[in-house]
């Protein structure tokens, strides 16, 4: 049956009745999906188990071609938040690694099979390694008491790796959380600026992660007058811990799909053994087509930060034309899969479809 999606994906004729009836054998990866920017204020998500960590990647060439009020998410009451697509076109940005979490690079089109909600795509635009689009990324730093312990480690790594990440035509902004959130350096390419923003940042309090997710995607990427030309990407430094927030999990989760937003996650607990925070930070990032990191001593954290960097310059791009596509607000999943078996496809679940004109 994969074939026959497959053909659709060439302009050759084919019928797939349900992505569940796709081979056992080739399930060995997850896709990653961006959409080109939908009006948003839809309901519905998808969420699904989140691999294991990844070791260290290294980059290796393949062998063969083969809205709610401020501070209440969720809210009956919650204002509208709308952003302009082109209805009808879709944008991936995803991962390939092999199993060893090695970045696999110099793949083709031919070499992938895709389903969107269930059906192979009408068309497909265009495909692209987009080693150097744009990057507009946000440093989310968990400021709560629970880390004061840690705090500098995740202020040098955030540094660090804004350094050594800025592009000539990149942006970055950061942030604080613990109850509320705390934006010290908006969007720029001054690292400088940057540094001062993370210095000024101070631990103390509660702390309402699920919240600072949902208000940082809705208020700082949602609203960028950029949706289809850039890659939005948000670091989490925190212990995954969640005391005081008003929105849920899943909220925070289909706000940063809504936003096309890719998170990845660096853990600062480095006891021997997970706690529930790590499997909040696995279960966000992979619903958004990111990574969570969990290093064995703080020190460590800046191993996370690099892992980052690298991804972001080592990921394609596949546009193409939904089948049977509708404009009624509702979540539309995403099946992206490698033919080679030795290679795995990481992304998030899908995207929201706009809502019809009003």
């Given at each position: 049956m994969l074939v026959t999606a497959i053909n659709r994906i060439h302009g050759k004729?084919?019928?797939?009745?349900?992505?569940?009836?796709?081979?056992?054998?080739?399930?060995?990866?997850?896709?990653?999906?961006?959409?080109?920017?939908a009006q948003t204020q839809a309901a519905g998500s998808a969420t699904a188990a989140p691999p294991p960590p990844q070791p260290s990647p290294t980059v290796q060439q393949?062998?063969?071609?083969?809205?709610?009020?401020?501070?209440?998410?969720?809210?009956?009451?919650?204002?509208?938040?709308?952003?302009?697509?082109q209805v009808n076109e879709v944008n991936l940005i995803f991962t390939v690694t092999d199993k060893k979490g090695r970045f696999i690079t110099g793949l083709q089109r031919q070499n992938f099979g895709l389903l969107d909600d269930g059906r192979p795509p009408e068309a497909v635009l265009g495909f692209t390694q987009?080693?150097?689009?744009p990057l507009r990324v946000g440093i989310m730093l968990?400021?709560?008491?629970?880390?004061?312990?840690?705090?500098?480690?995740?202020?040098?790594?955030?540094?660090?790796?804004?350094?050594?990440?800025?592009?000539?035509?990149?942006r970055a902004f950061v942030e604080g959380f613990d109850i509320a959130t705390d934006v010290s350096q908006g969007f720029t390419n001054n690292v400088d600026q940057l540094n001062q923003g993370i210095r000024?940042?101070?631990?103390?309090?509660?702390?309402?992660?699920?919240?600072?997710?949902?208000?940082?995607?809705?208020?700082?990427?949602?609203?960028?007058?950029?949706?289809?030309?850039?890659?939005?990407a948000l670091i989490l430094v925190s212990d995954g811990d969640d005391n005081y927030s008003r929105a849920q999990e899943s909220d925070a989760i289909k706000m940063c799909q809504r936003a096309n937003t890719i998170v990845y996650a660096i853990s600062t607990n480095?006891?021997?053994?997970?706690?529930?925070?790590?499997?909040?930070?696995?279960?966000?990032?992979e619903a958004t087509g990111g990574q969570a990191f969990y290093p064995t001593k703080i020190e460590d954290v800046a191993i996370g930060f690099r892992n980052i960097e690298q991804e972001?310059?080592?990921?394609?791009s596949l546009v193409y034309r939904p089948a049977d596509f509708k404009q009624d607000g509702a979540f539309r999943t995403i099946y992206l899969?490698?033919?080679?078996?030795?290679y795995h496809v990481r992304a998030q679940k899908g995207y929201f479809a706009p809502k019809p004109p009003q």
């Open positions: 004729p084919g019928l797939l009745t349900s992505a569940l009836l796709l081979p056992v054998a080739l399930l060995s990866i997850a896709f990653a999906a961006a959409p080109v920017y393949p062998t063969a071609s083969p809205a709610a009020p401020q501070g209440q998410p969720g809210s009956q009451n919650e204002p509208i938040t709308t952003i302009q697509v987009q080693t150097n689009l968990d400021t709560s008491s629970s880390i004061r312990q840690r705090f500098q480690f995740e202020q040098d790594s955030a540094i660090e790796f804004l350094l050594q990440v800025l592009h000539l035509n990149d000024k940042l101070r631990p103390g309090g509660g702390t309402a992660l699920y919240d600072a997710l949902y208000k940082t995607c809705r208020d700082q990427m949602l609203s960028l007058p950029e949706p289809g030309s850039v890659r939005r480095v006891s021997p053994s997970r706690d529930k925070g790590d499997d909040v930070l696995k279960a966000i990032s972001l310059r080592s990921q394609y899969q490698a033919l080679d078996p030795r």
